[in-house]
């Protein structure tokens, strides 16, 4: 009985004590809660004390916009929908403008991609500016009408669905536009680094070309060394002259050069295909500089019984600047700046005529040929040979050419428009205009077969020194002795059989070797010259064969190696 009680009496306070701790937690649980309570409202108020004039009125403002956004979300669900409409029609109006800028900068101005992007931005702008969709914009306060709205979704819609399917079918032009530009300024500097190219090569050619080989200085050295050292052998000084070199009755030629070589060939080539080469004589005048060199060269071998007279220009004393119009021009300060002015730049200038500006198309051995008949006074006839011509044939047969009164005898060279007297001369000027037909048919200097009697009745000397000196300037022709000539004898020219003179040996590598094999000359002119590296392989031993290798003079300057 006793356990009894005290087993009812440890129960009942156990009881009693766990009344007790739920009572006292639940009374600490309702004092902290009141206890955060009146903490944070007193901080919030406090918080709100401090910062109330720093921040009222941005407070006030944004929590006044959410405010007002949340109850026109809550008064107005068509809204978003309103600003998602509007912002796809200003993202597309945007994307058709730079499409159209796009399209000016590749230059498609004239293109319909442009004029069709600048319609469809404008489009949008239309249909966002119309007043009933204007006005869903504008009233907050009012309710959105969904059926105006409707209505705008459904425009909005289909202009999105054009300009997308525009800007795809653009895009495919755009990106062949961006090809073909890059490729057009492609072209263009291709085209650029082209010309300067051009340019370059023909003024490198050009130097190729009048450039003196150092073997063909080193013999004109040479035979100038052998004149110094023996005189007596070589100089004609007191000597009478040879009858044959006035004898009318004769072959004689006129050669005008100051290339030792060359001369040398002409001489040879019409001495061992003459039937009587001792009927020949051959009129050699060089300059100055070159006369011992010359002098030697045609007395170291006898040329098959040909005559050959040699002479420099300052013998022939008529020969001055009051007389002549070339030496007289040639002392003015503006035609030495052209010709001698030190400049790439200016040398390239105009590459179809740069060739003129070399010093020798003023020379006055390559004019000397305007006075044939004052220098041979006794002579009836005379045919005139470069020094760049191959005889291959006897050439008497062109004193046996009934010149019907005319001065000139040559092979014309024009073909359809091409070497017409428009190619040579300027006919924009009056005075080409009225006294010459620009079709008119070129002929080739080269050879030339004059009749001087001819020459001196039509006064064809005094003729070319009014032309000359007209051309002061150079606004009637470009410089050389061709346009001139081509005005001298112009109505006294008779043409020759084409077979008498092949021409283009030195430029024209499809030249044919038919038309070279039945020639009586032929004529390596062009740049391409025989006696220089740059010579065509195909023509040159039709000169080379002619070359005295056998002198030791020739062989001691490695000539043609």
């Not at 045609?298 to 070339?326: C, Q, R, T, W």
């Not at 005898?409 to 006294?435: D, W």
């Not at 020639?519 to 064969?545: C, E, R, S, Y």
């Amino acid at each position: 009985m006793v356990k009894a009680l005290t087993a009812r009496s440890g129960t009942g306070g156990n009881r009693g004590f766990r009344f007790s701790f739920t009572v006292l937690a639940s009374a600490i649980s309702i004092a902290l809660c009141l206890f955060f309570t009146f903490s944070l409202r007193f901080t919030t108020r406090s918080y709100s004390t401090d910062h109330n004039n720093i921040g009222s009125d941005w407070g006030a403002h944004g929590f006044e916009s959410m405010r007002r956004s949340m109850l026109a979300l809550n008064k107005d669900p068509l809204k978003p929908r309103l600003d998602q409409i509007r912002k796809q029609t200003e993202d597309h109006r945007a994307l058709a403008l730079v499409y159209a800028s796009y399209a000016r900068k590749h230059k498609l101005e004239s293109s319909k991609l442009v004029r069709t992007f600048v319609e469809l931005s404008r489009d949008f702008s239309d249909l966002m500016s119309k007043p009933q969709y204007s006005a869903l914009f504008t009233a907050d306060a009012n309710p959105i009408d969904e059926s105006v709205l409707r209505q705008l979704e459904k425009e909005a819609k289909e202009r999105i669905k054009i300009s997308r399917q525009v800007i795809g079918e653009a895009k495919e032009s755009f990106d062949n536009q961006l090809k073909i530009q890059k490729l057009k300024d492609t072209i263009f500097a291709v085209n650029e680094q082209l010309t300067k190219a051009k340019k370059q090569g023909a003024f490198s050619s050009l130097i190729a070309a009048k450039s003196i080989p150092k073997s063909l200085h080193c013999l004109a050295m040479r035979l100038m060394e052998e004149r110094i050292a023996h005189p007596e052998k070589y100089s004609d000084e007191g000597k009478p002259t040879p009858p044959e070199f006035e004898d009318p009755n004769l072959y004689h030629y006129a050669i005008f050069s100051d290339n030792v070589i060359a001369a040398s060939v002409v001489v040879n080539s019409a001495t061992k295909n003459a039937k009587e080469p001792w009927k020949h004589v051959f009129h050699v005048v060089t300059d100055k500089m070159n006369l011992g060199a010359m002098q030697v060269m045609f007395k170291l071998k006898n040329y098959n019984g040909a005559h050959i007279e040699v002479k420099a220009v300052e013998d022939y004393k008529f020969l001055n600047s009051s007389y002549v119009p070339v030496l007289r021009q040639l002392e003015s300060a503006n035609l030495q700046r052209f010709y001698f002015e030190n400049k790439l730049e200016n040398a390239t200038k105009d590459t179809t005529n740069m060739k003129f500006r070399n010093p020798k198309y003023l020379s006055i051995l390559n004019h000397l040929r305007f006075y044939l008949p004052e220098m041979y006074p006794k002579l009836h006839r005379i045919l005139f040979l470069d020094d760049d011509i191959v005889v291959q044939t006897d050439l008497t047969g062109l004193w046996k050419i009934d010149m019907d009164g005319k001065v000139n005898g040559a092979v014309e060279t024009c073909f359809g428009s091409f070497h017409r007297y428009a190619q040579y001369m300027n006919f924009s000027h009056p005075l080409i205009k009225a006294k010459f037909n620009p079709k008119a048919c070129a002929w080739a200097y080269g050879m030339n077969f004059f009749d001087l009697d001819a020459w001196r009745r039509e006064k064809c000397t005094e003729e070319y020194h009014y032309w000359q000196n007209l051309n002061e300037n150079r606004t009637l022709w470009k410089l050389g002795t061709l346009p001139p000539g081509l005005i001298t004898y112009y109505s006294t020219t008779k043409p020759l059989d084409k077979s008498w003179h092949v021409l283009g040996l030195g430029y024209n590598p499809s030249t044919s070797m038919d038309e070279i094999a039945n020639a009586a000359v032929v004529h390596f002119n062009g740049n391409m010259k025989p006696w220089l590296d740059i010579a065509m392989t195909q023509f040159k031993p039709l000169w080379t064969k002619y070359v005295d290798y056998e002198l030791e003079f020739v062989q001691a300057c490695n000539f043609g190696l």
